[in-house]
C-alpha cells in the first residue's frame, strides 16, 4: 500500500520545487543528501518507490496529498539530469560542463560556444558514419539522439543543440523514402 501521507511538508515543498524548477539542487544531489534519513522515516516498500520513482514519483506523490503541479520543460529537465550517472554530475546534481561539451564528438561544445555552423558539421559527420551502418544499425543511436535533442528542446537546456541534434536526425537517408 502507498503512503503518500508520510513525507513532511519540507519534502512536499522540495518536490513542488523541483517540479516548476525552482529547486537549488536536482533530484540526485537531494536523494544523496536524504536517502539515510528517508530510509529511517518510509517504510520500506515506500522508500524503494520512491528511490526507483524518482522524479516521477514525487509528482504522484504531491498530486495524492492535493498539490497539483504541471509536468512541464521544468520537470522533465530534472527528470532527464535524474537518469544520468553521478560521475557527469556536479554537486547540485547538474551535468558537468566538461560532460555537456563532448557530446556528440563536441558539437555541444561548439554550439555552446556560439559556432553553430561547425556543430552542424561534426553532426553531419555523425549523420554520414550511421549512414554506412544502415537503418537498422543506427536505428539506437538515432533514437538516442532524437531523445537527447527532444529533451533539450522541452526542457529549455542546450535548446540550440537540442534543434541541431533533431536537424540531424531528420537528415538521415533511409534510402527508401
Known amino acids: 500500500m502507498t503512503d503518500y501521507a508520510a513525507y513532511t511538508q519540507e519534502q512536499l515543498g522540495y518536490f513542488r520545487d523541483l517540479l516548476e524548477g525552482r529547486a537549488a539542487v536536482s533530484w540526485r544531489a537531494w536523494w544523496r543528501r536524504n536517502e539515510a534519513a528517508l530510509k529511517e522515516q518510509l517504510k520500506r516498500p515506500e522508500y524503494l518507490r520512491l528511490k526507483f520513482g524518482a522524479v516521477g514519483y514525487a ?6 496529498n492535493g498539490i497539483p503541479v504541471e509536468w512541464g520543460p521544468a520537470a522533465r529537465r530534472e527528470a532527464y539530469y ?54 537498422m544499425k543506427a536505428r539506437d543511436a538515432l533514437e538516442e539522439m532524437a531523445f537527447d535533442g527532444e529533451m533539450m528542446v522541452s526542457s529549455g537546456v542546450d535548446a540550440d543543440l537540442g534543434k541541431l541534434l533533431l536537424e540531424a536526425v531528420v537528415s538521415y537517408g533511409y534510402g527508401d523514402d
Open 59 to 64: 509528482r504522484e506523490i504531491l498530486e495524492q
Open 82 to 135: 535524474a537518469n544520468l550517472h553521478e560521475s557527469v554530475l556536479d554537486e547540485n546534481g547538474r551535468p558537468l560542463e566538461s560532460f555537456r561539451r563532448k557530446a556528440y564528438q563536441g558539437a555541444c561544445g561548439d554550439c555552446l560556444d556560439g559556432r553553430p555552423d561547425e556543430a552542424r558539421r561534426k553532426l553531419a559527420l555523425i549523420i554520414q558514419k550511421l549512414n554506412r551502418r544502415g537503418a
